[in-house]
């Protein structure tokens, strides 16, 4: 299983919202350094959110990411203020390896098999943001169905990967909710990533015998409750 430390930026800053909300950042300063540290600690990859444009302000923080991108060959997915094909299609061309589609994949969710098919279902990552049991739009702020029923039609219309977002827990470092996850896998065949209350190794060691592909590291991380060398170790123990 492989570990992304999530790198969100607002407003040029590295922060880590309680539960989505941006009146709730706790503030880390320079994102492209936390960005590099996690990599030469050996991070599998970069979660990037640019939350400003997650907000509203979708050109906010563009050529910070994009400078981070060129000086650096690491594995880097990206979500947040993805409103359109030419949105998705702009970061990778930029060479985001992975693009996070949510709010724009409910919305319209043919734009996943238009994404796929011109780069690759590789490259086109789903964003399944759940609060009990619901799928969660606009900044989280909406409902929008089962995240069962609309994780199966993302794989359906070509998504090569999923973002699986526990919305109950984010943010809360009290741990994982390992039963929404187990259904998930059950459900789908493409590779899921968690993101969503990852506090310990012994997290990280769940979500890998349950069989994620990946987990997304964020708060926990940075408030020092965990230590990133911990959870690699755990995510990455054969058996």
Known sequence: ???????????????????????AATVYGDPAAWAHRWLEEGADGIHIINLDGAFGRAQ???????????????????GG????VEDAAGWLDVGVD??????????????????????????VMAGVDARGG???????????????????????????????????????????ALAPVEDLLRRVKVPVVVSGG???????????????AGAVLGSALYAGRVRLSDVLGAAHAKG
Not at 105 to 123: D, K, M, N, Q, T
Not at 199 to 212: H, I, M, Q, Y
């Open 1 to 23: 299983m492989e570990i992304y430390p999530a790198v969100d930026i607002l407003d040029g800053r590295c922060v880590q919202l309680v539960q989505g909300r941006p009146e």
């Open 60 to 78: 906010k923080n563009v050529d910070l990411i994009r400078k981070f991108i060129r000086e650096t060959n690491a594995f880097v997915e990206l």
């Open 81 to 84: 203020g993805i409103r359109s």
């Open 98 to 123: 992975r693009v996070i589609l949510s709010t724009l994949a409910v919305r319209e969710p043919e734009v996943i098999r238009a994404l796929a098919g011109e780069f690759g279902s590789v490259r």
């Open 134 to 176: 619901e799928v969660m739009i606009e900044g989280w702020e909406r409902p929008a169905g089962s995240y069962l029923s609309w994780a199966e039609r993302f794989e359906g219309l070509g998504a090569g990967s999923l973002l699986y977002t526990n919305v109950d827990v984010e943010g809360l470092q009290q741990g994982i």
């Open 198 to 212: 990852i506090s310990s190794a012994e997290d990280a060691r769940v979500l890998r015998e349950a069989g994620a």
